[in-house]
Every structure is written in C-alpha cells, then in structure tokens.
Nanobody, 119 residues
Framework: QVQLVESGGGWVQPGGSLRLSCTAS????????MGWYRQAPGRERELVAS?????SIAYADSVKGRFTISRDDKSVYLQMNNLKPEDTAVYFC???????????????WGQGTQVTVSS
C-alpha cells in the first residue's frame, strides 16, 4: 500500500544538472532511511546515495562531489550536478518503510525515472 512517486528525470547535456524528487505515501508508520539507486542498460542496480533519519549520508564513489542527497519528512531528493554520460540510467527511489502491513522496516521502491546525459 506504500507508494513512492518520483519526478525530475529527463535529458541533459554533459555538465548539466537535474534534481530528482521522490515522495512516499500510504499507510506509513515510519521511515528509517531513504535513498537513490540507478540501473544502466546491461548493468545491475547500484546504490547512488542514501540518507537515514538522523542525517547520516553515504554516496557511491562515482558521484561524490557531484550529487547531493537530502530528505524532508517523507520525501527524498537528489541534486545531480556536473552530469556525465556515465550517469545515464534509470534512477529508482528507495525507502525503508514500517507500515500497517509490516512490523519491521521493509524496502519500498519507486517506479524509476530515466536520466539521459548526452551531447
């Protein structure tokens, strides 16, 4: 019953910027962490950035210094600067959610949004 809705994907030239947004809704009791994953063609889904309720943040080495993750209530954002062609992928929002259906925190995923970086 928990849903994560993403927005902000699209096309941008190398060196450009995009800001992804994701908002969780539904029968949510609490969220302990949120993050962004991405999956490029022929590649496995990989963690891009994550943030827990207390504010601890982790980034993939490939995006450090370029991407910034932030969180506000039930939303998580990913500011992507100096984008590179290698960043082209489908980006997925993720959250660890405790709901009426689960007593423990269970991963919830968004539908994914395409980010394309090309000249």
């Amino acid at each position: 019953q928990v849903q994560l809705v993403e927005s902000g994907g699209g096309w941008v030239q190398p060196g450009g910027s995009l800001r992804l947004s994701c908002t969780a809704s539904g029968s949510i009791i609490s969220i302990n962490g949120m993050g962004w994953y991405r999956q490029a063609p022929g590649r496995e889904r990989e963690l891009v950035a994550s943030i827990i309720r207390g504010g601890s943040i982790a980034y993939a080495d490939s995006v450090k210094g370029r991407f910034t993750i932030s969180r506000d209530d039930k939303s998580v954002y990913l500011q992507m600067n100096n984008l590179k062609p290698e960043d082209t992928a489908v980006y997925f929002c993720n959250a660890g959610v405790k709901s009426r259906l689960n007593t423990a925190y269970v991963p919830s995923w968004g539908q994914g949004t395409q980010v394309t970086v090309s000249s």
